[in-house]
């Protein structure tokens, strides 16, 4: 039907819900057709402002359970948006099967178009497609285990009272940055498999038995070591995942206690790969709307006025004032991903000599479309970086590194834009992306749980960046509360070893 | 195709409960905030819109934070207009890149949320130990009634305006040019009387061009309604404040220097829970202060609050004032006249006889209601409780008592005390009438 796809898709701003369908199903084609987009059935929905405040404050959640901190978000959200100093999203999407979006009702025709092709076709398409995703988050089941979480806690508020529920949620919302699984995969056994396991190691036990042993000579001096090391690996430590451990060896818990614990555990674990893959993220929906909607304007499907006013939009979202700006916040993650997919289809295509050097793999290639699919099903922000941030791009952002040693009085440029410095800014900004390693890593390294249960935790201090004292004490509190018995964090520095200071939740008034 | 879902018309609030969580949570914190908002505020607008700053105690959420002043770090940045490696840029005292200049951002202070009305009263209500179920006559505003306001196009249909309806179907009918009965029954009159006689060439075409013209008439009706949709109006009702007669308050109040700081907060909320009550039952609430020594004046509310004399204490001074302005400013006859009368007890033993008579003759015959409440030490109210010794004012004041049961008395030591005193005002529910 060549007349038909001639026709303009919509004019004028009011939208209906016949176009919006139109719409999508003319940017869905296009997606699958010109950029072979791979995306999960879509539902929309259509909110208001004060609708999409209530899902800003419980965390971009169509379903959350009761806690007052969402309460308190609210009102900061609902503050800022009111004085005018923030704008609210226009969209907002849940990595779900099917995949929801939210569409405002005051957004402009153009606009919903514009929304549409970001994140019904962009966002969904990372979220089936990135292997973060695919592997540690399961979409199909996130609404329906929100569902339980909300019941669950709603009954466990009847039954144990709010006070004794907030009271657990507090603790564990303290330790969500300590809830995850940052290497390991989160185990997936169920009960059975973990019955036959045990079982067979018990028959194994057996068959291999000889009285022989029994008669070795002990070594008395190491079995105060060996007592440790077996404790140690009975209870799997070093354990990353504080909430994890609580979960399963708080000696003061109860089952219900257990179970909220768990269900902030997941939801914090659900929301891992989003932090992870930012830039990406963005960075793909924001490329796929400006390519799609351009690719749009080309087959005559969509007016002048409607791509002005979608380009308009788009330079807002991927606006990047420099540091020295009253306006630079860090780094844009829309301008930045955007920026890096768009190098891509530019080394890809058309490279210069320093390109052909740099990526021998990539360049000239032809086919930026393969390239750009195999980076978003196969990176996080991390590696992307690493991997594609190309020198012309150091020097269009103009990016230098700062030294900040807490103990001088001065920043120190330590590179910039330059040959010498490429490699070492590349690095640098690869490394802040990297989730794992910028939060402080505490684990929980010992515990005798047959003796007075003293729950030791260890933070290991990188470049001597040590914690702050007021959260820290607030936050060993909660652990303690969760643990009931005494809680002590030593700082570690990772290369030497030393403890660098020891607290203890006895050295705390309550 | 996608799934559309329409998610507006999804009942609203879905953080409600959130919100309710977190102001428990911050109940003493924004309990204290409401108690001197209370101090400062004026007692007529005390439950009005009331903001207050998001509260920070006990309601951080902390978790393992890195320190911003200790270890080396790295951070990448970008726009470098002018730096060279090796360059040295000095830090600034506060923050670093990236944190916007002071008075940029909104300082703490300004996050400030609004207390529903509801909200309020609930924090302003908790250590008065009210009833449950006067917190909830408290809290309900003024009674409704619908009035008759203009007409609609969509209602109810017991609320159809016949008279309205016909008059817009009449103006259509004509407009459109719908066949009259009349015109009807014409035409079939005419041709019955046609068929009647034995036809001819004449009165067969004549026949035929009126049975054609019926039809068309016919037809035209039908299409016509005689009541459309769109002629149908309704009455429309808006509902309005029951008219309720109006009320003054008098606040009398002794303020020589026995009178404190707490007695006075304590004074305080005892008129503020005197006017939430009347401006729930009236219309109209004026207040009237009158603070005494030993001679008695009408004063603002600041006045009447903040500021001292020192004088001897001469109730019935007091007493007077606030029978002349009666018969000055507010007849009876317009007026419900309560008063609230708060004192430390002390008086001129020979004014206290002034008082009863000043009381017994006229006063109370013209106010619906005098509650008296005597502030005395929190150590006192074990010794005086329920004994009927006391001040000379006190005694006095018992012998009113016992011969009007519109007066009531009470000593108060805290803030749980005050209730008791207004106890009968809130438990009969007259219908609201003049005194005669």
């Not at chain 1, 948006?81 to 099917?98: D, M």
């Not at chain 1, 708080?250 to 790969?273: D, H, M, N, T």
């Not at chain 2, 002349?324 to 004014?351: M, T």
């Amino acid at each position: 039907m060549p007349a038909s796809k001639a026709r303009l898709l919509f004019s004028g701003s009011d939208w209906d819900f016949r176009k919006l369908s139109q719409v999508y199903e003319a940017i869905e084609e296009v997606a699958v057709e010109e950029l072979q987009l791979d995306v999960y059935p879509t539902q929309l929905e259509i909110i208001s402002s004060e609708q999409m405040l209530d899902a800003y404050a419980s965390v971009g959640m169509p379903l959350m359970y009761r806690h007052w901190s969402f309460g308190k978000h609210f009102l900061y959200q609902e503050l800022l948006y009111r004085k005018g100093g923030r704008g609210l999203a226009y969209e907002l999407v849940i990595n779900s099967n099917p995949c929801i979006v939210y569409l405002m009702e005051e957004n402009t025709m153009a606009l919903q178009a514009l929304v549409t092709a970001h994140a019904a076709l962009g966002h969904n398409h990372f979220f089936k497609n990135n292997h973060l995703f695919r592997q540690w988050t399961d979409a199909a089941m996130i609404l329906s285990y929100l569902d339980f979480a909300k019941d669950y806690i709603a009954r466990c508020e009847e039954r144990h009272g709010l006070a004794a529920v907030e009271e657990i949620l507090d603790a564990a919302h303290a330790l969500k940055e300590q809830g995850v699984f940052r290497y390991q995969r989160p185990p997936k056994l169920s009960s059975e498999q973990q019955r036959k396991e045990v079982r067979e190691r018990l028959e194994y036990e057996e068959r291999s038995y000889n009285d022989l042993w029994r008669t070795l000579p002990n070594s008395r001096e190491s079995s105060e070591d060996q007592n440790q090391a077996e404790r140690k690996k009975k209870l799997n430590l070093p354990e990353e995942n504080l909430l994890y451990f609580l979960e399963k060896n708080s000696p003061a818990l109860e089952p219900w206690q257990r179970e909220i614990i768990r269900i902030v555990r997941v939801i914090a674990q659900y929301f891992y790969p989003q932090r992870q893959t930012q830039v990406m993220n963005e960075g793909c929906a924001t490329f796929v709307h400006y390519t799609l909607m351009n690719m749009l304007f080309d087959r005559g499907r969509i007016s002048e006025g409607a791509l002005l006013e979608m380009l308009s939009n788009h330079s807002n979202v991927v606006f990047q004032p420099g540091f020295d700006d009253p306006r630079f916040s860090g780094i844009n993650p829309y301008a930045l991903g955007l920026d890096l997919m768009q190098d891509i289809k530019r080394i890809v295509t058309e490279p210069t000599q320093e390109d052909r050097d740099w990526f021998p793999d990539i360049a000239g290639s032809g086919d930026w479309r393969r390239v750009l699919l195999d980076a978003w099903a196969d990176h996080r922000d991390e590696s992307f970086i690493r991997q594609f941030l190309s020198p012309a791009l150091i020097r269009k952002w103009r990016f230098f590194l700062l030294a900040d040693c807490a103990d001088e009085p001065n920043y120190k440029v330590a590179s910039i834009h330059n040959e010498r410095g490429y490699e070492k800014i590349r690095s640098a900004l690869a490394h802040s992306y990297e989730v794992g390693a910028n939060r402080p890593d505490i684990q929980v390294v010992d515990v005798d749980l047959l003796g007075d249960r003293h729950l030791r935790l260890q933070h290991k201090v990188k470049n001597g960046v040590l914690l702050e004292d007021k959260s820290r004490d607030d936050t060993l509190r909660h652990v303690k509360r969760l643990w009931g018995y005494e809680v002590s964090l030593a700082s570690v520095d990772a290369g030497t070893g030393a403890t660098i200071a020891d607290r203890a939740t006895s050295q705390i008034a309550s | 195709m996608p799934i559309f879902i329409d998610r507006r018309l999804n009942p609203k609030d879905r953080s409600l409960a959130n919100r309710q969580r977190f102001l428990r949570r911050a109940r003493d914190e924004l309990k204290q905030n409401v108690r001197d908002e209370i101090r400062s505020r004026r007692i007529a607008e005390v439950d009005a819109e009331h903001t207050v700053p998001i509260p920070k105690r006990g309601t951080s959420e902390p978790n393992f934070d890195e320190a911003r002043n200790s270890g080396r770090r790295e951070r990448v940045l970008v726009g470098n207009k002018q730096f060279a490696e090796g360059d040295l840029i000095p830090k600034r005292a506060q923050g670093g890149f990236g944190s916007p200049a002071p008075g940029d951002t909104p300082s703490e202070d300004d996050f400030r949320f609004v207390l529903s009305r509801e909200e309020f009263l609930d924090l302003f209500f908790e250590d008065l130990e009210l009833p449950d179920l006067v917190k909830l006559s408290l809290k309900e505003i003024v009674a409704f009634k619908s009035r008759r306001a203009g007409f609609a196009q969509s209602g109810a249909p017991t609320n159809i305006n016949v008279g309205r309806t016909m008059r817009n179907s009449y103006g259509r009918r004509i407009a459109l040019r719908r066949p009259k009965r009349e015109d009807v029954e014409a035409v079939e009159q005419e041709l019955a009387s046609l068929r009647a006689v034995p036809p001819s060439h004449n009165t067969l075409q004549r026949i035929i061009a009126l049975s054609e013209e019926l039809e068309r008439l016919k037809r035209r009706q039908k299409k016509i309604a005689y009541v459309d949709p769109v002629d149908i109006r309704f009455n429309r009702f808006e509902p309005q404040p029951l008219p309720n007669a109006s009320a003054v308050m008098f606040c009398l109040m002794d303020v020589s220097g026995s009178m404190g700081e707490r007695e006075k907060d304590l004074a305080k909320r005892f008129f503020v829970l005197l006017h939430l009550f009347l401006q729930r039952r009236y219309e109209r609430t004026e207040i009237v202060f009158i603070r005494h020594t030993h001679e008695a004046h009408e004063v603002d509310e600041e006045t009447f609050f903040y500021s001292t004399q020192s004088g001897g204490t001469v109730v019935s001074t007091a007493l007077e004032e606030m029978h002349r302005i009666i018969a000055k400013r507010y007849p009876v006859s317009e007026w419900n006249i309560y008063a609230a009368q708060a004192s430390d007890g002390d008086n001129f033993v020979s004014d206290s006889e002034r008082c009863i008579a000043l009381l017994d003759g006229e006063l109370m015959r013209l106010c619906q209601y005098f509650a008296y409440i005597e502030i005395i030490d929190e150590r006192e109210s074990e010794i005086f409780g329920a004994t009927e010794n006391g001040t000379s004012l006190w005694q006095a004041y018992s012998n009113v008592a016992s011969q009007w049961s519109n007066f009531q008395m009470s000593r108060i030591a805290k803030a749980a005390d005050i209730y008791p005193v207004f106890r009968k005002l809130f438990t009969k529910q007259p219908t609201v009438g003049k005194s005669t």
